[in-house]
């Protein structure tokens, strides 16, 4: 990692609510495209050696992402993001909730709130996500907060890939 990127992540478990702020050497547009477009999110999100595999993304209003983490002896763990809201570069909101196969939620979910900026070159992204059940973020907290920071590691060094094409 880039230590004079900035990078943030704190959990309010009173708010139920982590906050991750994270830099990126890479301009908005391809930052934007990381968290928007499957088939660059599916060579990222997934933190090693799990990989991730989109089955379907609409990415609209009321559009959904159906996807799974895949582990290497081939479990899948299926999930479901429906997205609420769109501002074109800069903020996307959405409902993330694990499913089954058949893309039933298992809820409660969460609410992830993305917003992006950028300043000469270096595109910050914050991102706000709360959780609709203490309980449910207490059972996930340490291995999404180990596979959280594992995912923005590999976007960063995928971004470094792309930002050379």
């Given at each position: 990692m880039n230590p004079n990127l900035f990078f943030d992540f704190t959990v309010d478990k009173s708010a139920k609510t982590v906050y991750i702020t994270r830099e990126?050497?890479?301009?908005?547009?391809l930052v934007w495209d990381a968290f928007t477009k499957a088939e660059i999110i599916d060579q990222w999100i997934a933190p090693k050696p799990m990989v991730a595999k989109t089955k379907y993304q609409e990415f609209k209003m009321g559009g959904k992402r159906f996807y799974a983490m895949?582990?290497?002896d081939g479990q899948a763990r299926w999930a479901i993001q429906e997205y609420t809201s769109i501002t074109p570069k800069t903020n996307f909101k959405m409902h993330n909730a694990f499913a089954d196969e058949n893309e039933k939620p298992e809820l409660p979910?969460?609410?992830w709130d993305h917003t992006f900026s950028e300043k000469n070159g270096?595109?910050?992204v914050s991102i706000t996500i709360y959780n609709e059940s203490l309980e449910r973020m207490e059972r996930i907290l340490d291995g999404?907060?180990?596979g959280m920071k594992m995912s923005l590691s590999n976007l960063e060094n995928l971004l470094t890939i792309l930002s050379k094409k």
């Open positions: 990126f050497a890479a301009d908005l547009s895949i582990s290497p979910g969460s609410k270096t595109t910050k999404f907060t180990q």
